[in-house]
């Protein structure tokens, strides 16, 4: 929900690293449910296999801190959200029900406990404000959004939002790329909407019965495809699983998409973005495609999981981005369980 912003800004003005970082966002969906049993490793220690659970208990609230954290241009901008999670069981798994009922950021804190305070949400962070319903499968992976017609409407909504706060003289043109840029929500399946209305929780389920050798790296080549973007990406996961010291298992995931047809995808992305646009503003799209197709980005993913139910203690992930005359910056999602 975030793509539609820093778009208009490149059609109207010069490419700005913002968007850089904005756009990493495209690769959130490459940070895989791990795969790590097609793996390779070398090792003379005496092996202890580990194996993660998925107990989540059942009818009761969890409470969790996500702060998302962008980083750019030497300046850093943090949204907190409160997230009430709560698991029922269903024969082919279990439904989540994750609830946001706070957001905090430098100007504002929103209780949203009633939902009273939906309206003073920003147009874009809507979508992921609201109460959505997941089906949940028994290793903990989310198959598909149970309430995703109720999301698709309040995107549908974005752009006459954005006509509302857009000088008249641009009005037309935000709300024509704001409508191309968010198309690809009103044709997404309820199983494909997860990856793009949740942040970090993706990741963060669907690691029951993994089983891995203690402190041993695991290497897998799988293929990811963004929920917006049509292409299948190549990346390269290397995991490790360890119990630290407090008793919980520690997941460390490090994935290396192929930085090639990642920028060729997102480029190619851009072109249909700026089909209709004017020669100017194509102009502008087309040279920030070129810049795509030289970044460089890496993926980070350190999970902290209780040994008995499975379920996210804590846990940071980052992607990173560097593209050539536009710097570099960070998209970090910090998750933790209030007690």
Excluded: C
């Amino acid at each position: 929900m975030f793509f539609f912003v820093v778009p208009v800004a490149l059609a109207r003005d010069a490419v700005v690293p913002r968007f850089a970082l904005l756009v990493a966002s495209f690769l959130a969906a490459l940070a895989l449910p791990l795969a790590a049993r097609a793996q390779t490793y070398e090792s003379t220690v005496q092996p202890e296999m580990l194996r993660i659970p998925f107990a989540p208990p059942v009818g009761q609230r969890l409470d969790y801190e996500v702060d998302i954290t962008r980083t750019g241009e030497g300046k850093s901008r943090t949204t907190r959200l409160y997230q009430a999670l709560q698991f029922e069981r269903i024969e082919s798994g279990y439904l989540l029900t994750i609830a946001t009922t706070r957001m905090v950021n430098e100007n504002s804190a929103i209780d949203l406990s009633s939902g009273a305070g939906a309206d003073r949400v920003p147009v874009d962070l809507r979508p992921l404000t609201m109460p959505v319903t997941l089906e949940v499968t028994v290793e903990g992976a989310i198959s598909r959004v149970r309430d995703w017609p109720s999301l698709q409407r309040s995107i549908a909504g974005i752009p006459a939002a954005i006509a509302a706060t857009v000088a008249p003289a641009k009005r037309a043109t935000a709300v024509t790329l704001a409508r191309r840029v968010l198309a690809p929500y009103a044709s997404m399946t309820a199983e494909q909407a997860p990856d793009a209305v949740l942040k970090g929780w993706p990741s963060l389920l669907g690691l029951g019965g993994l089983e891995l050798i203690s402190g041993r790296p695991y290497q897998s080549e799988v293929a990811s495809q963004s929920p917006m973007i049509s292409v299948e990406i190549p990346v390269t996961q290397v995991v490790t699983l360890t119990v630290t010291s407090e008793g919980l298992f520690h997941l460390v995931q490090r994935s290396q998409p192929d930085e090639e047809k990642a920028g060729l995808a997102i480029s190619q992305y851009l072109d249909r973005v700026g089909a209709n646009l004017n020669a100017a503003q194509k102009a502008n799209l087309a040279r920030a495609g070129q810049r795509f197709r030289a970044m460089k980005t890496r993926i980070s993913n350190d999970i902290d999981l209780d040994r008995q139910s499975g379920i996210v203690r804590r846990a940071r992930m980052e992607r990173w981005i560097s593209l050539p005359g536009m710097g570099e910056g960070t998209d970090v999602i910090a998750v933790s369980r209030i007690e």
